[in-house]
């Protein structure tokens, strides 16, 4: 049935690009694609989601597609001759002015970079591998000392973890490809470099405005979006623990502590949460993972995350297939080990709204503990009760059904969920029969098998707002 309870995210790239490598790809556990539009231009993307369309027509379940929006992403300009050598001690220039530069003077692609950043400011380049530290500053430039050395080429990546940068959170290029991916029926899209709920709420109203129902990711990767958590987490759809810029921004040493934050938030608030960023690095050279990527995968599960994801393991990997069976092999071991503890479930807190949703999928993993069913099956129209009960960590797996395809798919980012579209039943009696058949038909579970059925309020009386039912599956 599932591969894993914890969901992959698998970012598609030219090792995963065509129609048979992705089928490959979510026959082996594979729940959500992600789209990098840091790289690559519409008509790549556009082909890529062909090869994904046809692809998950082929499963009876719900696969997702994300856009990942590149964000203010500032980079070192064009140096000549590319790859020079900086020591540390010497000192470097940077310009706006400069177009073409070497290593001891060049340019950025932020047209704000000399007003920023101030004197005594570290300047990071190449995920924090060159370090440079801001000695004086006139109107056009900087003037720099490095700190750590290494080799600059065109095109690195700059963080500046002192400097409150007021480049906005989605530059002019990603609202292209906000309407590109509105227009192309995306699931998510994640959101970089945010730092404040106010930011999210504003690509929000953008997707509502066009008639859109895309949910938005929001990417912890920024001091500030640290210091605005709780806000930023009530107003995201889920949340992405991106820890490759957040450990440059910040102390590495606390990007551990920053994750298990995150996931406890998330799990209190009931959203869904993703840890990405190198969690099998290794694996993009070699077909088999570290002891420690190993242990760091089973921690983010341990830890109560809904997916974990694949980036250049399966963009330009080697082993794309080999490094999904691998999160796959892990999250089946730590997550028995999960089932078989004791470990207390916390109220989840929602809105009002969904305060009956919220003490049912209690009620549910409760049920669950005392009568052991093969799995639980509920009518989610929306998708909030399985998102409810994603995040009471039940320890059987959940067939969410609905009749919106689009719910369906976003519903696959929930851990333990399976989620089938089909027409919506007009009775109980009708749900029970569709249970039935699909239960069966996919080999989920067996005849004579105990399952809870959790009916929407439509299959139920006029009298009746929430019902839990014990159904044994028969022919």
Known sequence: MLTTKTKIVATTGPSCSDVEAIASLIDDGVDVFRLNFSHGDFKTHASILKAVNEARSRFTHSIAVAGDLCGPKIRVGKIDPDGEMLDEGDEVTISNAI????????????????????????????????ALGVSGKEQDKLSCHVLIGGPLSSNKGINLPDTAMKWP?????????????????LDYLALSFVRTADEINHLKDHISRAGSRIKVISKIEKPQAVENLDSIVGASDAVLVARGDLGVEMDFARVPLIQKRITRLCRRLGKPVIIATQMLQSMIE?????????????????????????????AIGKYPLEAVRTIGRIGKVTEAFLDESDEPRPRI??????????????????????????????????????????????????AAFSSDELI?????????VISICKPQPDSMEGFVKLVNAAII??????IAERIILVPGREMLGPDTSNALLIHTLSG
């Open 99 to 130: 177009e073409t530069g070497n290593a001891h003077s060049f340019g950025t692609n932020y047209p704000d970079f000399v007003n920023d950043v101030e004197v005594g400011q570290r300047v990071l380049i190449n995920d924090g591998k060159i």
């Open 169 to 185: 959170a989605i530059t002019k290029r990603d609202w292209k490809y906000v309407d590109w991916a509105i227009e192309n029926k």
């Open 286 to 314: 070699s077909p088999t993972a570290s002891r420690a990527e190993a242990s760091d995968v089973a921690n983010a599960i341990m830890d109560f995350t809904d997916a974990v994801m694949l980036s250049g393991e399966t």
């Open 349 to 398: 807190e929602t809105d009002e709204a969904l305060a009956e949703e919220a003490a049912i999928a209690r009620s549910v993993a409760q049920m669950t503990d005392d009568i052991e069913p093969r799995l639980v099956v509920v009518w989610s129209e929306d998708g909030q009760t399985a998102q409810l009960l994603s995040k009471a960590r039940i320890d059987v797996p959940i």
């Open 408 to 416: 369906c798919r976003q519903m696959s980012l929930h851990y333990g």
């Open 441 to 446: 038909k996919n080999g989920w579970a067996a």
